[in-house]
């Protein structure tokens, strides 16, 4: 055994003609590292370097978890919101989509089939694309959302519909008084003269206008003319009156003031 310049040791292993490791020490590379417990922080650091000098490359699509920088850190089932273009490595995107239980035992056992799962070897993630949090209570209980499918989901964006019909009520009616007129007279004017084109003359004939004393006149109309008037108005029942439509959201508008960002849950691992 060699040692290389930064004195840690050299070990050549796997097979020697394409410097990559066999299945079997694969799989004791991935049980290592993903147990800090499991040996030395000593040994860890010294395979490490083994393994960044070995010059392994792996694909992306291999690379459980994925997501670029450091780890969190954080322990399993934490909802943390993500304002990068990339998740951390052991944080998941909210997204509701399926993972094998063996994969993210951590996560699993935090979480469980709390928000689904295809079978039973696999469990969901939250979807919370498209979703506010909000406190489990009374109201809300741990893992229940609104059922709707992503795509269907309003977001921000919302209104409530209302349609309501008043009491019945408002039965009124109109009552009109009107007086009678009974038999009347009224007053002929001259007092017993009878005149022509709207004027009197001398009581003696001659040219010009002639005025003429009318016998026996009375100087009043006969009685009569008596009369009454009718009225009738309509009577008005209980009645509703109806009212519907769609409510505005708070300063105008359909939402509240929002900011996009990705939900992630830490894996803990």
């Known amino acids: ?3 290389q310049g930064d004195g840690q040791p050299a070990v050549v292993a796997g097979d020697p003609t394409t410097g990559r490791l066999s299945d079997a020490e694969q799989k004791m590379v ?4 993903s147990d800090p417990t499991y040996f030395p922080v000593e040994y860890k650091a010294w395979l490490k370097n083994f393994i960044e000098g070995a010059g392994i490359t792996l694909p992306a699509s291999t690379i459980v978890g994925g997501g670029a920088g450091p780890r969190t850190q954080l322990p399993p089932g934490l909802i943390m919101p993500v304002a990068a273009n990339a998740l951390p490595p052991d944080v998941l995107l909210c997204d509701g989509a399926s993972y094998l239980r063996s994969d993210y035992l951590n996560l699993f056992n935090a979480i ?3 928000w689904g799962s295809v079978d039973g070897t696999h469990f969901n993630v939250p979807d919370l694309r498209d979703r506010a949090l909000y406190g489990q209570g009374a109201k809300v209980g741990l893992g229940q959302h609104d059922g709707e499918a992503f795509g269907s989901r309003g977001g ?3 209104k409530h519909s209302f349609n309501q019909t008043s009491g019945g009520a408002g039965g009124h009616s109109h009552s009109i008084s009107v007086n009678s007129v009974g038999d009347h007279t ?3 004017p001259n007092q017993g003269f009878a005149e022509t084109n709207g004027a009197t ?8 206008w002639t005025r003429y004393n009318v016998l026996a006149y009375d100087w009043h109309t006969a009685a009569a003319g008596g009369h009454g008037h009718s009225a009738s108005a309509s009577s008005v029942g209980d009645h509703t009156h ?3 439509g ?3 959201g708070g300063y105008g508008y359909d939402h509240p003031s929002w900011a996009g960002v990705f939900l992630g849950i830490t894996t803990g691992s």
């Open 242 to 244: 109806s009212v519907g």
């Open 156 to 158: 921000p964006f919302h």
């Open 112 to 114: 469980g089939t709390t």
């Open 246 to 248: 769609d409510t505005s």
């Open 1 to 3: 055994m060699s040692t």
């Open 186 to 188: 009224h007053s002929a």
């Open 30 to 33: 991935a049980k290592l590292l």
């Open 201 to 208: 003359a001398q009581g003696a004939s001659g040219t010009g």
